[in-house]
């Protein structure tokens, strides 16, 4: 059961709430249905920089950092996926949201799927972007082993390093992950890479109702494996190729992302069924389709 404390503050414009014991950082953006990014690990939510501003004018954009990363304080507990699932419930509690899509990357999808299998009944659906539900491959057991380790002997910086360079796309993306990295906790850093390395949700997937898109790079050959898996035991998945993109999809292929979610989530129609007895929350969700601003952007395949 989420538990929330209601004391809030505000640092550098930026706001906080202490949920399950911790201080959290986040940023919200825009009106509309909600959508909350989760981050894997050592990344913090500005990882989704592009996703908060490229949705914001037709969604709510909702980005936390986890526990221990970014902005965020560690607190006392020991990241497991349930803690940070139930941080998630508890944000939507804070912000007065009864209901939103929940979107993952890498790692981060692992979360949303355990988010989606406990507390199914606040969610609209999930968007998945390179995600897996269990670590299936050799190679991929290993690299995530290597960061095991490097943040188990508490080397940051170089697993900072390493890992922002593979996300950016520039010199000012890179700086601005590796800076947000290097705040982070190393020990909830080192807790949340182990937990992404002996999690496994794949037994379960059945039981997910809400729908599901799956986001792949066409490049993504490291994630065939976990692509085809979720595609196999999902009930109610929308599978597509984000062309001429690798694993990187939310800061190398942001535009195409964000227009796979845009088309997706038009077409289940979430404003039919979003909450009413909410209207006085200061973050309200619209209940009303918008149509686009752009009449002529291309069809998402």
């Not at 959508?35 to 949705?55: E, S, Y």
């Not at 419930?89 to 929940?102: F, G, H, N």
């Not at 601005?176 to 290097?182: C, P």
Request: with cysteine; aromatic share 8%.
């Amino acid at each position: 059961m989420a538990v929330k404390t209601t004391e809030r503050k505000a640092v550098s414009g930026m706001p906080f709430a202490n949920m399950n014991g911790v201080m959290l950082h986040y940023r919200v953006k825009g009106t509309g249905v909600p959508i909350v990014f989760i981050h894997p690990p050592l990344l913090a939510g500005n990882v989704f920089h592009r996703q908060l501003t490229g949705l914001a004018g037709r969604f709510q954009a909702i980005v936390p950092d986890l526990r221990g990363h970014g902005q965020s304080e560690k607190g006392e507990r020991s990241i497991t996926y349930a803690l940070l699932a139930e941080d998630i419930v508890s944000l939507l509690d804070e912000l007065e949201i009864k209901k939103a899509y929940l979107c993952g990357y890498s790692t981060g999808g692992s979360v949303a799927l355990e988010a989606l299998l406990t507390y199914p009944e606040r969610f609209y659906g999930g968007i998945l972007v390179s995600a897996m539900s269990e670590v299936g491959t050799l190679r991929l057991r290993s690299e995530i082993w290597a960061a095991v380790r490097l943040t188990g002997l508490r080397v940051k910086r170089l697993a900072a390093a390493v890992i922002a360079l593979g996300n950016a796309d520039r010199a000012d993306t890179f700086k601005r992950l590796y800076d947000a990295a290097l705040q982070g906790a190393v020990e909830r850093l080192h807790e949340y890479f182990r937990c992404s390395l002996h999690y496994n949700c794949t037994h379960r997937l059945h039981e997910i109702d809400n729908p599901i898109l799956l986001l792949y790079g066409e490049k993504d050959k490291l994630f065939l494996h976990h692509r085809r898996l979720l595609q196999r035991e999902l009930r109610n998945e929308t599978f597509r190729i984000v062309k001429r993109a690798g694993h990187q999809i939310p800061t190398k292929a942001a535009e195409d992302m964000n227009g796979h979610i845009r088309d997706w989530i038009d077409r289940q129609d979430p404003w039919k069924l979003a909450p009413r007895e909410r209207a006085d929350s200061r973050y309200e969700a619209l209940l009303t389709f918008e149509s686009y601003e752009d009449e002529q952007q291309r069809e998402f395949t």
